[in-house]
Nanobody, 126 residues
Framework: QVQVVESGGGLVQAGGSLRLSCTAS????????MAWFRQAPGKEREGVSC????????WYIDSVKGRFTISRDNAKNTLSLQMNSLKPEDTAMYYC???????????????????WGQGTQVTVSS
């Protein structure tokens, strides 16, 4: 049984930092691309960042480029998202997802991800 579990969310002031973590079990973590998505109240879920199986390819949406960094440790089955210079508009539930394929591709934000976590809340106050 595949389990994906996020942690690290919380309340932070604008300009602050948070580091999200995700652990996945029950799948071959090193064989799959991983991603972070987020969903704010009243808005559609959006892809934030994606990383290929090796970490050699990373994708970000424009609004987080230069502020967020995605990384992975295949030995520990762990995915991370370092979020700096946080803004109130980053407030959302953040989800970790496993793609099931080893690459992200330019269309990753609309592609199917097989496994999802329950999410961790990030709230940025102004």
């Amino acid at each position: 049984q595949v389990q994906v579990v996020e942690s690290g969310g919380g309340l932070v002031q604008a300009g602050g930092s948070l580091r999200l973590s995700c652990t996945a079990s029950g799948l071959t973590f090193a064989n799959t691309a991983m991603a972070w998505f987020r969903q704010a109240p009243g808005k559609e879920r959006e892809g934030v960042s994606c990383i290929s199986w090796s970490g050699g390819s990373r994708w970000y949406i424009d609004s987080v480029k230069g502020r967020f960094t995605i990384s992975r440790d295949n030995a520990k089955n762990t995915l991370s998202l370092q979020m700096n210079s946080l803004k109130p508009e980053d407030t959302a539930m953040y989800y970790c997802a496993a793609r099931g394929l080893d690459y992200c591709a330019p269309s990753w934000r609309t592609s199917v991800f097989k496994y999802w976590g329950q999410g961790t809340q990030v709230t940025v106050s102004s």
